[in-house]
């Protein structure tokens, strides 16, 4: 079974009971002032999006405008890009409250993450526009329960020719002709799901790129949840920092934009990391080496179950004899085709070797465990792990 959760870096155990009160419902206090419910559609939020988008956007009659080329407009609306309130926070946490998938002491931290989130909704870096005409809001709404990876992928593969995706999605009135031509004209005044990010999100190439990915995966499991967490965590980083490049600082626009480099580390006094736990049963000898310090590589088959762990994540050893365990934390991994390849390029004596037996070495040896069809199949991993104090 695969533990997950976040772990809090200083003592865990208190920082979570002097964090009791950070809920939801009360926003994040030491982020200043929460903004309200609807702030996305308020005046502060017109003037932030003029400092953000310029004269591409225009108010007439209480409704937003984005202006295209040749004197066109399309009415657009304040949009919440990451959800995580109601429905959309539910899938969530069915993962994080499943016993099968996290321990009770992850669950808490976990928890704890989903709240911090949803308390940041309502905030400036988590608002921008999209067109009411043709339906496009109410469409990105529709892509994996309001999800801003699905809503990524769907924007590439529109400028990929799959034009029916964004374009046939809405509600029957947002999708009649003349609706549906002014949401293509706004569409193709972007070259790509890149530029539209770029413009619209203020987030670069990168990171739209492993949206559309990402976006491509149903959430499904722990690591998933983990995953796209992650994400939005960039994301709201990469918009924050355009915010502070642009000045777009104003109390009237940014009045909880608290934000850094490290998450919530300044506000609230610990760094809190996403990071799963990994269970990895060993017989003694290699067992007693990682112990004793010698052994500080784990050679893997790069199955699904390996697929799951990032650098940052911890591993807990188990002792099949004795049931013994020691927790190390990922420092590295390398990937490979084969162990062939892989032992060719690594300190064997890192991996369970010794110097006496390094003379024999043989990536034959890795056959007792993963038969030649698996390597082809799967590939291997180098898992580089270091020693770590904390308490399981």
């Not at 002097?18 to 206090?29: F, M, P, S």
């Not at 003349?178 to 972007?190: I, P, Q």
């Not at 024999?360 to 069809?373: H, V």
Request: aromatic share 12%; net charge negative; hydrophobic share 35%.
């Amino acid at each position: 079974m695969r533990g997950s959760g976040l772990y809090l870096e200083n003592n865990m155990e208190n920082n979570m009971e002097n964090k009791k009160e950070i809920t939801a419902k009360n926003g994040l206090k030491a982020c200043g002032e929460p903004l309200p419910i609807n702030y996305d559609r308020s005046d502060d939020a017109f003037e932030l999006y003029q400092a953000v988008y310029g004269k591409k956007i225009s108010r007439e009659n209480g409704k937003l405008y984005w202006n295209l080329p040749r004197e066109e407009s399309i009415e657009v609306s304040g949009d919440i890009i990451c959800n995580f309130c109601g429905e959309h926070l539910k899938g969530f946490r069915q993962f994080v409250e499943s016993p099968a998938l996290f321990r009770e002491a992850d669950r808490k931290n976990f928890m704890l993450w989903l709240d911090l989130m949803s308390s940041c909704m309502w905030q400036p870096y988590n608002i921008s526009v999209l067109p009411v005409t043709g339906g496009l809001n109410n469409t990105k709404q529709s892509f994996g329960n309001d999800r801003l990876d699905a809503f990524v992928m769907a924007l590439d593969l529109y400028y990929k020719g799959y034009r029916t995706v964004l374009l046939s999605s809405g509600k029957p009135n947002a999708i009649a002709p003349g609706n549906t031509d002014a949401l293509r004209n706004f569409l193709d005044s972007f070259r790509s799901a890149e530029e539209f990010c770029g413009q619209i999100y203020q987030i670069d190439e990168d990171l739209t790129a492993a949206l559309c990915e990402s976006g491509k995966e149903v959430i499904d499991s722990a690591a998933r949840v983990r995953d796209y967490l992650e994400l939005v965590r960039e994301f709201w980083r990469q918009r924050y920092n355009f915010y502070q490049k642009e000045h777009i600082t104003e109390e009237k626009f940014c009045k909880s934009l608290q934000l850094n480099r490290d998450g919530f580390t300044a506000e609230y006094g610990f760094k809190v990391s996403f990071a799963m736990t990994h269970d990895m049963k060993l017989h003694p000898e290699p067992f007693a080496m990682i112990k004793s310090g010698e052994k500080t590589i784990e050679l893997r088959l790069l199955d699904e179950k390996r697929r799951q762990i990032r650098e940052g994540d911890f591993i807990r050893f188990t002792n099949i004899e004795g049931g013994e365990q020691l927790v190390r934390k990922v420092i590295g991994l390398h990937k490979y085709d084969s162990f062939e390849e892989l032992y060719k390029s690594l300190p064997l004596t890192k991996c369970g070797y010794t110097a006496e037996t390094l003379a024999t070495a043989d990536p034959r040896d890795m056959e007792q465990y993963y038969s030649s069809e698996c390597q082809k199949h799967y590939g291997v991993v180098e898992i580089e792990f270091g020693e770590v104090k904390m308490n399981f």
